[in-house]
Protein backbone atom coordinates (compact mmCIF):
# COMPACT_ATOMS: atom_id res chain seq x y z
CA UNK A 1 0.00 0.00 0.00
CA UNK A 2 1.39 3.63 -1.11
CA UNK A 3 2.29 6.03 1.97
CA UNK A 4 -0.05 8.28 1.33
CA UNK A 5 -3.14 6.13 1.32
CA UNK A 6 -1.55 4.83 5.09
CA UNK A 7 -1.76 8.05 6.13
CA UNK A 8 -5.37 7.93 5.21
CA UNK A 9 -6.55 4.53 6.03
CA UNK A 10 -4.61 4.72 9.61
CA UNK A 11 -6.98 7.75 10.32
CA UNK A 12 -10.26 6.37 9.29
CA UNK A 13 -9.62 3.48 10.88
CA UNK A 14 -8.84 4.62 14.42
CA UNK A 15 -10.93 6.30 16.77
CA UNK A 16 -10.43 10.26 17.50
CA UNK A 17 -7.28 9.87 15.31
CA UNK A 18 -5.99 13.05 12.97
CA UNK A 19 -6.33 12.76 9.79
CA UNK A 20 -2.61 14.04 8.29
CA UNK A 21 -3.13 16.64 5.65
CA UNK A 22 -2.31 16.47 1.85
CA UNK A 23 -0.20 18.71 -0.33
CA UNK A 24 -2.24 19.28 -2.76
CA UNK A 25 -1.52 21.00 -6.34
CA UNK A 26 -4.40 21.30 -9.01
CA UNK A 27 -3.65 21.68 -12.53
CA UNK A 28 -7.57 22.64 -13.92
CA UNK A 29 -9.96 23.75 -16.60
CA UNK A 30 -12.55 25.82 -15.02
CA UNK A 31 -14.98 23.14 -13.87
CA UNK A 32 -12.67 22.41 -10.86
CA UNK A 33 -11.02 25.98 -10.08
CA UNK A 34 -13.50 26.42 -7.40
CA UNK A 35 -12.50 23.08 -5.50
CA UNK A 36 -9.32 24.32 -3.84
CA UNK A 37 -10.74 26.74 -1.84
CA UNK A 38 -13.85 25.15 -0.95
CA UNK A 39 -12.10 22.04 -0.39
CA UNK A 40 -9.15 23.88 2.18
CA UNK A 41 -12.53 25.16 4.14
CA UNK A 42 -13.46 21.29 4.61
CA UNK A 43 -10.11 20.42 5.82
CA UNK A 44 -10.32 23.52 8.22
CA UNK A 45 -13.93 22.26 9.23
CA UNK A 46 -12.34 18.92 9.99
CA UNK A 47 -9.18 20.06 11.87
CA UNK A 48 -6.47 19.13 9.16
CA UNK A 49 -4.19 21.79 9.64
CA UNK A 50 -1.54 20.58 7.56
CA UNK A 51 -3.27 20.75 4.54
CA UNK A 52 -1.91 22.39 1.82
CA UNK A 53 -2.46 23.73 -1.33
CA UNK A 54 0.85 23.87 -3.04
CA UNK A 55 -0.63 25.74 -6.76
CA UNK A 56 -3.27 25.70 -9.02
CA UNK A 57 -2.45 25.95 -12.58
CA UNK A 58 -5.78 27.34 -14.59
CA UNK A 59 -6.37 26.83 -18.02
CA UNK A 60 -9.66 27.43 -19.36
CA UNK A 61 -11.34 24.26 -21.02
CA UNK A 62 -8.05 22.32 -21.09
CA UNK A 63 -6.35 19.40 -22.04
CA UNK A 64 -4.62 18.15 -19.22
CA UNK A 65 -1.56 18.10 -22.61
CA UNK A 66 -2.20 21.61 -22.98
CA UNK A 67 -0.81 22.21 -18.94
CA UNK A 68 1.91 19.46 -19.91
CA UNK A 69 2.81 21.85 -22.73
CA UNK A 70 2.56 25.29 -20.98
CA UNK A 71 6.02 27.04 -21.77
CA UNK A 72 9.07 25.75 -19.16
CA UNK A 73 9.11 29.37 -16.97
CA UNK A 74 5.45 29.23 -16.64
CA UNK A 75 4.45 25.90 -16.11
CA UNK A 76 4.42 26.01 -12.15
CA UNK A 77 3.03 22.38 -12.26
CA UNK A 78 6.05 20.88 -13.45
CA UNK A 79 8.10 23.22 -11.20
CA UNK A 80 5.92 21.38 -7.87
CA UNK A 81 6.78 18.10 -9.15
CA UNK A 82 9.76 18.45 -9.40
CA UNK A 83 10.30 19.79 -5.93
CA UNK A 84 8.75 16.32 -4.92
CA UNK A 85 6.53 18.02 -2.33
CA UNK A 86 2.89 17.13 -3.38
CA UNK A 87 1.51 14.13 -2.20
CA UNK A 88 -1.40 14.90 -4.57
CA UNK A 89 -1.67 15.85 -8.29
CA UNK A 90 -5.01 16.31 -9.16
CA UNK A 91 -6.15 16.90 -13.21
CA UNK A 92 -9.20 17.56 -14.93
CA UNK A 93 -9.17 16.52 -18.51
CA UNK A 94 -11.70 16.91 -21.00
CA UNK A 95 -11.50 13.48 -22.76
CA UNK A 96 -9.45 10.16 -22.80
CA UNK A 97 -6.98 9.14 -23.39
CA UNK A 98 -4.92 12.11 -22.72
CA UNK A 99 -1.27 12.13 -22.98
CA UNK A 100 -0.60 14.90 -20.86
CA UNK A 101 -1.83 12.86 -17.47
CA UNK A 102 1.05 9.92 -18.36
CA UNK A 103 3.17 12.82 -19.17
CA UNK A 104 2.84 14.18 -15.38
CA UNK A 105 2.09 10.52 -13.82
CA UNK A 106 5.46 9.80 -14.87
CA UNK A 107 7.50 13.14 -13.66
CA UNK A 108 5.35 12.82 -10.31
CA UNK A 109 7.19 9.21 -9.27
CA UNK A 110 10.50 10.49 -10.39
CA UNK A 111 10.73 13.19 -7.58
CA UNK A 112 7.94 11.79 -5.03
CA UNK A 113 7.90 7.67 -5.77
CA UNK A 114 4.39 7.43 -2.93
CA UNK A 115 2.42 10.18 -4.58
CA UNK A 116 -1.36 9.86 -5.83
CA UNK A 117 -2.73 11.04 -8.91
CA UNK A 118 -6.33 11.87 -8.65
CA UNK A 119 -8.17 12.59 -12.63
CA UNK A 120 -11.42 14.30 -11.96
CA UNK A 121 -14.57 12.99 -14.54
CA UNK A 122 -16.22 16.35 -15.86
CA UNK A 123 -20.03 16.56 -16.70
CA UNK A 124 -19.93 17.40 -20.41
CA UNK A 125 -20.83 21.38 -21.15
CA UNK A 126 -23.84 21.37 -23.42
CA UNK A 127 -24.52 18.16 -22.27
CA UNK A 128 -22.71 16.14 -24.90
CA UNK A 129 -20.21 13.08 -24.24
CA UNK A 130 -16.96 15.14 -23.86
CA UNK A 131 -15.25 12.42 -26.48
CA UNK A 132 -17.20 15.01 -29.26
CA UNK A 133 -15.75 18.22 -27.29
CA UNK A 134 -16.66 20.89 -28.37
CA UNK A 135 -19.66 19.93 -30.07
CA UNK A 136 -22.62 20.23 -27.65
CA UNK A 137 -26.08 22.27 -27.14
CA UNK A 138 -23.97 25.63 -25.93
CA UNK A 139 -26.86 28.08 -26.66
CA UNK A 140 -29.72 26.02 -25.09
CA UNK A 141 -29.05 22.79 -23.90
CA UNK A 142 -32.26 20.59 -22.86
CA UNK A 143 -31.36 19.91 -19.41
CA UNK A 144 -34.67 18.46 -18.30
CA UNK A 145 -33.54 14.78 -19.02
CA UNK A 146 -34.31 11.46 -17.65
CA UNK A 147 -32.01 9.07 -15.29
CA UNK A 148 -31.88 6.66 -18.52
CA UNK A 149 -30.55 9.83 -21.01
CA UNK A 150 -28.52 11.43 -18.10
CA UNK A 151 -26.58 7.60 -17.61
CA UNK A 152 -25.83 7.50 -21.20
CA UNK A 153 -24.87 11.15 -21.65
CA UNK A 154 -20.75 10.78 -21.03
CA UNK A 155 -20.73 6.48 -21.26
CA UNK A 156 -18.18 6.74 -23.84
CA UNK A 157 -15.91 9.17 -21.78
CA UNK A 158 -15.94 7.52 -18.87
CA UNK A 159 -14.91 3.90 -20.26
CA UNK A 160 -12.02 5.86 -21.88
CA UNK A 161 -11.46 7.41 -18.64
CA UNK A 162 -11.10 4.06 -17.10
CA UNK A 163 -9.24 1.99 -19.38
CA UNK A 164 -6.69 4.96 -19.00
CA UNK A 165 -6.20 4.44 -15.68
CA UNK A 166 -6.15 0.90 -15.38
CA UNK A 167 -3.28 1.15 -17.79
CA UNK A 168 -1.76 3.93 -15.72
CA UNK A 169 -1.87 1.68 -12.55
CA UNK A 170 -0.53 -1.50 -14.60
CA UNK A 171 2.36 0.18 -16.50
CA UNK A 172 3.38 2.35 -13.18
CA UNK A 173 2.12 0.74 -10.06
CA UNK A 174 4.30 -1.74 -9.48
CA UNK A 175 1.23 -3.77 -8.11
CA UNK A 176 -0.37 -0.86 -6.51
CA UNK A 177 -2.57 1.32 -7.37
CA UNK A 178 -1.41 5.07 -8.17
CA UNK A 179 -3.89 6.88 -10.16
CA UNK A 180 -7.81 7.47 -9.42
CA UNK A 181 -10.68 8.43 -11.03
CA UNK A 182 -13.04 11.13 -9.18
CA UNK A 183 -16.76 10.20 -10.76
CA UNK A 184 -18.25 13.62 -10.69
CA UNK A 185 -19.93 13.03 -13.86
CA UNK A 186 -21.88 10.26 -12.70
CA UNK A 187 -22.18 11.67 -8.94
CA UNK A 188 -23.76 14.79 -11.36
CA UNK A 189 -26.03 12.54 -13.21
CA UNK A 190 -27.23 11.23 -10.07
CA UNK A 191 -28.34 14.60 -8.43
CA UNK A 192 -29.99 15.49 -11.94
CA UNK A 193 -31.82 12.05 -11.59
CA UNK A 194 -32.95 13.15 -8.52
CA UNK A 195 -34.22 16.53 -9.72
CA UNK A 196 -35.91 14.95 -12.15
CA UNK A 197 -37.73 12.22 -10.30
CA UNK A 198 -38.68 15.14 -7.27
CA UNK A 199 -36.93 13.32 -4.98
CA UNK A 200 -34.18 16.51 -4.03
CA UNK A 201 -36.55 18.95 -1.95
CA UNK A 202 -34.80 22.74 -2.89
CA UNK A 203 -34.08 21.94 -6.30
CA UNK A 204 -37.02 21.54 -9.04
CA UNK A 205 -35.06 22.17 -12.48
CA UNK A 206 -31.92 20.85 -13.50
CA UNK A 207 -31.06 23.66 -14.90
CA UNK A 208 -30.82 24.81 -11.64
CA UNK A 209 -27.12 23.41 -11.00
CA UNK A 210 -25.76 25.33 -13.72
CA UNK A 211 -24.77 29.38 -14.68
CA UNK A 212 -24.57 28.80 -18.28
CA UNK A 213 -24.21 25.74 -20.58
CA UNK A 214 -21.01 24.44 -18.49
CA UNK A 215 -20.64 25.65 -15.30
CA UNK A 216 -22.04 24.68 -12.01
CA UNK A 217 -23.92 26.51 -9.75
CA UNK A 218 -23.66 26.50 -5.77
CA UNK A 219 -24.97 23.07 -5.14
CA UNK A 220 -23.04 21.24 -8.28
CA UNK A 221 -19.97 22.84 -7.13
CA UNK A 222 -20.56 21.25 -3.83
CA UNK A 223 -21.42 17.73 -4.05
CA UNK A 224 -17.97 17.86 -6.42
CA UNK A 225 -16.32 19.39 -3.55
CA UNK A 226 -17.74 16.80 -1.13
CA UNK A 227 -16.79 14.22 -3.37
CA UNK A 228 -13.51 15.52 -3.84
CA UNK A 229 -12.63 15.62 -0.02
CA UNK A 230 -13.95 12.15 0.36
CA UNK A 231 -11.31 10.51 -2.21
CA UNK A 232 -8.50 13.00 -1.20
CA UNK A 233 -8.85 11.73 2.78
CA UNK A 234 -10.90 8.48 2.32
CA UNK A 235 -13.16 9.88 5.04
CA UNK A 236 -16.89 11.21 4.96
CA UNK A 237 -18.36 14.20 4.18
CA UNK A 238 -21.35 13.85 6.08
CA UNK A 239 -21.82 16.13 9.20
CA UNK A 240 -19.25 18.84 7.67
CA UNK A 241 -20.58 21.94 7.77
CA UNK A 242 -21.86 23.64 4.10
CA UNK A 243 -19.31 25.02 1.49
CA UNK A 244 -19.83 29.08 2.31
CA UNK A 245 -20.93 29.89 -1.70
CA UNK A 246 -24.32 28.04 -0.58
CA UNK A 247 -24.60 30.17 2.78
CA UNK A 248 -23.95 33.10 0.70
CA UNK A 249 -26.45 32.07 -1.68
CA UNK A 250 -29.44 33.10 0.98
CA UNK A 251 -31.94 29.66 -0.32
CA UNK A 252 -33.99 28.82 2.58
CA UNK A 253 -34.27 25.64 0.86
CA UNK A 254 -30.98 24.41 0.96
CA UNK A 255 -30.85 24.01 4.68
CA UNK A 256 -29.00 21.32 6.72
CA UNK A 257 -30.77 18.39 5.02
CA UNK A 258 -30.43 19.40 1.64
CA UNK A 259 -26.30 19.89 2.62
CA UNK A 260 -26.34 16.59 4.01
CA UNK A 261 -28.25 15.23 0.70
CA UNK A 262 -25.35 16.62 -1.09
CA UNK A 263 -22.61 15.01 1.15
CA UNK A 264 -24.38 11.71 1.11
CA UNK A 265 -24.46 11.59 -2.96
CA UNK A 266 -20.53 12.20 -2.58
CA UNK A 267 -19.64 9.56 -0.41
CA UNK A 268 -21.71 6.83 -1.84
CA UNK A 269 -20.23 7.59 -5.34
CA UNK A 270 -16.72 7.90 -3.54
CA UNK A 271 -17.21 3.80 -1.74
CA UNK A 272 -18.84 2.26 -4.56
CA UNK A 273 -16.77 3.23 -7.40
CA UNK A 274 -13.79 1.17 -7.73
CA UNK A 275 -11.44 3.06 -9.37
CA UNK A 276 -11.65 5.84 -6.39
CA UNK A 277 -9.80 3.78 -4.13
CA UNK A 278 -12.31 3.88 -1.50
CA UNK A 279 -13.21 0.11 -1.83
CA UNK A 280 -13.67 -1.50 1.64
CA UNK A 281 -12.33 1.02 3.74
CA UNK A 282 -15.48 1.11 5.84
CA UNK A 283 -14.86 -2.78 6.19
CA UNK A 284 -14.89 -4.17 10.06
CA UNK A 285 -15.47 -7.59 9.63
CA UNK A 286 -15.62 -10.10 7.05
CA UNK A 287 -19.17 -10.70 5.67
CA UNK A 288 -21.26 -13.91 6.33
CA UNK A 289 -23.68 -15.47 4.16
CA UNK A 290 -26.36 -14.16 6.09
CA UNK A 291 -25.24 -10.33 5.44
CA UNK A 292 -26.44 -8.44 2.58
CA UNK A 293 -23.91 -8.35 0.04
CA UNK A 294 -21.95 -4.89 -0.44
CA UNK A 295 -22.72 -2.56 -2.94
CA UNK A 296 -19.26 -3.18 -4.91
CA UNK A 297 -20.45 -7.02 -4.70
CA UNK A 298 -23.74 -6.31 -6.60
CA UNK A 299 -23.13 -5.70 -10.96
CA UNK A 300 -23.26 -2.64 -12.85
CA UNK A 301 -25.26 -2.66 -15.70
CA UNK A 302 -24.11 -0.44 -18.68
CA UNK A 303 -26.71 0.31 -22.03
CA UNK A 304 -25.93 -0.84 -24.92
CA UNK A 305 -28.40 0.62 -27.51
CA UNK A 306 -32.40 0.77 -27.26
CA UNK A 307 -34.16 -1.11 -30.28
CA UNK A 308 -37.55 0.41 -32.07
CA UNK A 309 -39.34 -3.45 -33.82
CA UNK A 310 -42.05 -3.59 -35.99
CA UNK A 311 -44.39 -6.54 -35.84
CA UNK A 312 -46.69 -8.38 -37.85
CA UNK A 313 -49.64 -9.61 -37.11
CA UNK A 314 -49.56 -13.05 -35.02
CA UNK A 315 -50.16 -16.38 -36.35
CA UNK A 316 -52.07 -18.77 -34.31
CA UNK A 317 -50.35 -22.22 -33.81
CA UNK A 318 -52.35 -23.60 -31.53
CA UNK A 319 -52.65 -24.96 -28.12
CA UNK A 320 -49.47 -27.36 -27.09
CA UNK A 321 -49.12 -28.86 -23.41
CA UNK A 322 -47.88 -25.87 -21.88
CA UNK A 323 -50.68 -23.48 -22.81
CA UNK A 324 -51.20 -21.20 -26.09
CA UNK A 325 -48.53 -20.55 -29.20
CA UNK A 326 -48.65 -18.07 -31.57
CA UNK A 327 -46.02 -16.92 -33.92
CA UNK A 328 -45.28 -13.28 -34.07
CA UNK A 329 -43.18 -12.28 -37.17
CA UNK A 330 -40.68 -9.18 -37.08
CA UNK A 331 -41.26 -7.18 -39.70
CA UNK A 332 -38.06 -4.33 -38.95
CA UNK A 333 -37.06 -1.42 -36.92
CA UNK A 334 -34.50 0.31 -35.76
CA UNK A 335 -32.35 0.46 -32.70
CA UNK A 336 -29.33 2.80 -31.48
CA UNK A 337 -26.60 3.25 -28.35
CA UNK A 338 -23.28 4.59 -28.07
CA UNK A 339 -21.27 2.56 -30.21
CA UNK A 340 -23.84 0.70 -32.41
CA UNK A 341 -26.60 1.41 -34.29
CA UNK A 342 -28.35 0.53 -37.58
CA UNK A 343 -31.85 -1.56 -38.91
CA UNK A 344 -33.59 -4.85 -37.28
CA UNK A 345 -33.94 -6.91 -40.61
CA UNK A 346 -37.41 -8.01 -41.68
CA UNK A 347 -37.60 -12.01 -41.18
CA UNK A 348 -37.07 -12.83 -37.67
CA UNK A 349 -39.74 -14.33 -35.52
CA UNK A 350 -40.66 -14.33 -31.76
CA UNK A 351 -42.54 -18.13 -30.78
CA UNK A 352 -44.55 -17.16 -28.03
CA UNK A 353 -46.11 -19.35 -25.61
CA UNK A 354 -49.02 -18.06 -23.19
CA UNK A 355 -48.98 -20.58 -20.42
CA UNK A 356 -51.38 -21.80 -18.54
CA UNK A 357 -50.69 -20.19 -15.09
CA UNK A 358 -50.57 -17.13 -17.02
CA UNK A 359 -47.35 -16.62 -17.40
CA UNK A 360 -46.14 -15.35 -20.70
CA UNK A 361 -42.83 -17.07 -22.60
CA UNK A 362 -40.95 -15.36 -25.39
CA UNK A 363 -38.73 -16.36 -27.63
CA UNK A 364 -37.13 -14.07 -30.40
CA UNK A 365 -34.70 -14.78 -33.28
CA UNK A 366 -34.03 -12.04 -35.40
CA UNK A 367 -30.80 -10.04 -36.81
CA UNK A 368 -29.36 -6.74 -36.71
CA UNK A 369 -27.58 -5.35 -39.54
CA UNK A 370 -25.52 -2.46 -38.14
CA UNK A 371 -24.56 1.54 -40.24
CA UNK A 372 -21.60 -0.01 -41.34
CA UNK A 373 -22.85 -3.31 -42.55
CA UNK A 374 -22.18 -6.00 -39.87
CA UNK A 375 -24.90 -8.72 -39.46
CA UNK A 376 -25.61 -9.76 -35.95
CA UNK A 377 -27.97 -12.47 -34.46
CA UNK A 378 -30.09 -12.36 -31.56
CA UNK A 379 -31.99 -14.62 -29.89
CA UNK A 380 -33.96 -13.19 -27.25
CA UNK A 381 -35.40 -15.45 -24.39
CA UNK A 382 -38.11 -13.54 -21.22
CA UNK A 383 -40.25 -14.82 -19.06
CA UNK A 384 -43.11 -12.71 -16.77
CA UNK A 385 -45.70 -13.71 -14.40
CA UNK A 386 -48.87 -11.45 -13.66
CA UNK A 387 -49.45 -8.88 -12.45
CA UNK A 388 -46.68 -6.64 -14.06
CA UNK A 389 -46.54 -9.37 -17.31
CA UNK A 390 -43.10 -9.88 -19.14
CA UNK A 391 -40.60 -7.33 -18.40
CA UNK A 392 -37.22 -8.13 -18.80
CA UNK A 393 -35.63 -10.47 -21.01
CA UNK A 394 -32.09 -12.07 -21.51
CA UNK A 395 -30.48 -11.34 -24.84
CA UNK A 396 -27.61 -13.35 -26.60
CA UNK A 397 -25.76 -12.17 -29.47
CA UNK A 398 -23.61 -13.81 -32.54
CA UNK A 399 -21.57 -11.50 -34.09
CA UNK A 400 -18.42 -11.98 -36.36
CA UNK A 401 -14.57 -11.24 -35.43
CA UNK A 402 -14.02 -7.72 -35.82
CA UNK A 403 -15.48 -4.80 -34.14
CA UNK A 404 -18.48 -6.21 -32.93
CA UNK A 405 -17.34 -9.46 -31.23
CA UNK A 406 -17.38 -7.98 -27.79
CA UNK A 407 -21.29 -8.95 -28.25
CA UNK A 408 -19.88 -12.51 -27.65
CA UNK A 409 -18.19 -11.95 -24.60
CA UNK A 410 -20.51 -11.08 -22.11
CA UNK A 411 -24.14 -11.39 -20.61
CA UNK A 412 -26.47 -8.73 -21.28
CA UNK A 413 -30.04 -7.88 -20.05
CA UNK A 414 -32.91 -6.60 -21.98
CA UNK A 415 -36.21 -4.47 -20.69
CA UNK A 416 -39.56 -4.80 -22.94
CA UNK A 417 -41.70 -1.96 -23.38
CA UNK A 418 -44.84 -2.49 -25.58
CA UNK A 419 -47.27 0.48 -26.65
CA UNK A 420 -49.54 0.07 -29.57
CA UNK A 421 -50.09 3.23 -30.57
CA UNK A 422 -46.30 4.05 -31.77
CA UNK A 423 -45.52 3.12 -35.47
CA UNK A 424 -43.05 0.37 -33.70
CA UNK A 425 -44.63 -0.81 -30.86
CA UNK A 426 -42.10 -3.41 -29.22
CA UNK A 427 -39.36 -0.96 -26.95
CA UNK A 428 -36.44 -3.20 -26.38
CA UNK A 429 -33.53 -1.94 -24.00
CA UNK A 430 -30.39 -3.69 -23.72
CA UNK A 431 -27.74 -3.55 -20.86
CA UNK A 432 -24.84 -5.08 -20.37
CA UNK A 433 -23.90 -6.71 -17.03
CA UNK A 434 -20.62 -5.31 -15.29
CA UNK A 435 -18.25 -5.80 -12.23
CA UNK A 436 -18.31 -2.70 -10.44
CA UNK A 437 -14.34 -4.13 -9.46
CA UNK A 438 -13.35 -4.69 -12.82
CA UNK A 439 -13.68 -3.76 -16.68
Not at 91 to 119: A, C, T, W, Y
Not at 286 to 305: A, H
Request: with cysteine.
Amino acid sequence: MQAGLVSCAVAQDLPGAKLKGERVFYASHSLMWYVPEQLAELASAQDIEDHRLIGLQRLGASRTLQHWQQPEDMNEAKKALRQGNVDAFVMSPIQFPDEGIESFVKLGLKHNPQMRFLIQLSWGGGDIDNQDFPKGAWDTPDRNKTPEQLAQMNARNIRAGEAQVDALNDTYGNGEKIAFLIPTSQAASELRSRIYRNELPGLTDQDELFVDPAHPSAPLEALNTYLHFAILYHQSPVGLPAINKLNRADRPQWDAQFVRTLQEIAWEFAQDYSRAGLNGANETKPPSLSDSPNPNEYPDLEFVYAADIQVGEALDFGQVSAGSRSVIPITGGTFQGPDIRGEVIPGGVDWNLSRSDGTTEADATYFLRTDDGVLIRVSNFGVGAPPSGLRFTTPRFVAPQGKYEWLNQSNFIGSLDIDWTRKHPIRLRTFRVRSKVSP
